[in-house]
Nanobody
């Protein structure tokens, strides 16, 4: 059974940090690109950070470059999104996504809410 379970969301003050984790199971983890998306109220879902299959490279949205870091814990089949210097505009539900062109499959987690507010 495929599962992507996000954790680590919560309320943080502007300038603070949060560490999101996405625990993956039920599929060949290394064969999938792992992406973090977010969706704020009234806005479309947007790609925030990505790490390619076989972990060759990472990519970030311009709005989070230099503040967010995506990394993989292969021993735990987990992907971490370290978010620093958070701003109110980072408030959103953050979703973990696993996508494979090789297998032609695409999986989503249920999301975790991040609220940046004083």
């Amino acid at each position: 059974q495929v599962q992507l379970v996000e954790s680590g969301g919560g309320l943080v003050q502007p300038g603070g940090s949060l560490r999101l984790s996405c625990a993956a199971s039920g599929f060949t983890f290394s064969r999938y690109a792992i992406n973090w998306y977010r969706q704020a109220v009234g806005k479309e879902r947007e790609l925030v950070a990505a790490i390619t299959s076989l972990r060759r490279s990472t990519n970030y949205a311009d709005s989070v470059k230099g503040r967010f870091t995506i990394s993989v814990d292969n021993g735990e089949n987990a992907v971490v999104l370290q978010m620093n210097t958070l701003q109110p505009e980072d408030t959103a539900v953050y979703y973990c996504n696993a996508k494979s062109g090789y297998y032609g499959t695409n999986y989503w987690g249920k999301g975790t809410l991040v609220t940046v507010s004083s």
